[in-house]
């Protein structure tokens, strides 16, 4: 029997970080993303580049073209969405989502996607580790680590 598992270190990744930056809340996730990548996955600040976007429903292209540079072993998507602030948001959140999951499919190359959306302070400070250890932002760039050997590992 053959077992693939994915281990997080990865020094020589190099990692893309696309970031809507119209709240506090995603410089939170950026935080919690960079502290696991640099720390646990051990990536050096060479290989990561953070890309600021004007707002979430511009992330899937934002990675779609980053995805056709081909210099990423991954690219995580971070963003946060306040219901009462966007009259459709369920709409915003579902095509970036799914543009973000295509655009995985159609490069197997690892996107992830950290978009939350939030209603109350309290989801506020609980998901993006304010108050906690727990953020969105780091579990997204522990699965792009983990990602990122498994399927080296099923190339090679």
Same mark, same amino acid.
């Given at each position: 029997?053959?077992?693939?598992?994915?281990?997080?270190?990865?020094?020589?990744?190099?990692?893309?970080?696309?970031?809507?930056?119209?709240?506090?809340?995603?410089?939170?996730?950026?935080? =919690?993303?960079? !502290?696991?990548?640099?720390?646990? *996955?051990? %990536?050096?600040?060479?290989? /990561?580049?953070?890309? &600021?976007?004007?707002?979430?429903?511009?992330?899937?292209?934002?990675?779609?073209?980053?995805?056709?540079? =081909?210099?990423? !072993?991954?690219?995580?998507?971070? *963003?946060? %969405?306040?219901?009462?602030? /966007?009259?459709?948001? &369920?709409?915003?959140?579902?095509?970036?989502?799914?543009?973000?999951?295509?655009?995985?499919?159609?490069?197997?190359?690892?996107?992830?996607?950290?978009?939350?959306?939030?209603?109350?302070?309290?989801?506020?400070?609980?998901?993006?580790?304010?108050?906690?250890?727990?953020?969105?932002?780091?579990?997204?760039?522990?699965?792009?680590?983990?990602?990122?050997?498994?399927?080296?590992?099923?190339?090679?």
């Amino acid at each position: 029997m053959k077992i693939i598992e994915g281990v997080v270190a990865t020094p020589y990744a190099r990692i893309a970080i696309a970031l809507a930056r119209n709240h506090f809340i995603n410089h939170a996730l950026l935080d =919690g993303a960079l !502290d696991i990548l640099k720390r646990i *996955g051990q %990536v050096a600040d060479d290989n /990561i580049l953070v890309v &600021h976007v004007p707002s979430v429903d511009k992330l899937p292209l934002t990675a779609c073209c980053l995805s056709k540079q =081909g210099d990423f !072993d991954a690219i995580i998507a971070l *963003g946060s %969405v306040i219901r009462s602030e /966007i009259e459709q948001y &369920h709409e915003v959140i579902t095509q970036c989502r799914q543009g973000l999951a295509h655009l995985e499919l159609h490069t197997e190359l690892p996107v992830l996607c950290g978009i939350l959306v939030l209603e109350t302070l309290e989801q506020v400070t609980t998901q993006t580790g304010i108050k906690t250890r727990h953020n969105k932002g780091s579990e997204a760039a522990l699965t792009a680590l983990e990602m990122i050997n498994v399927l080296q590992t099923i190339k090679n």
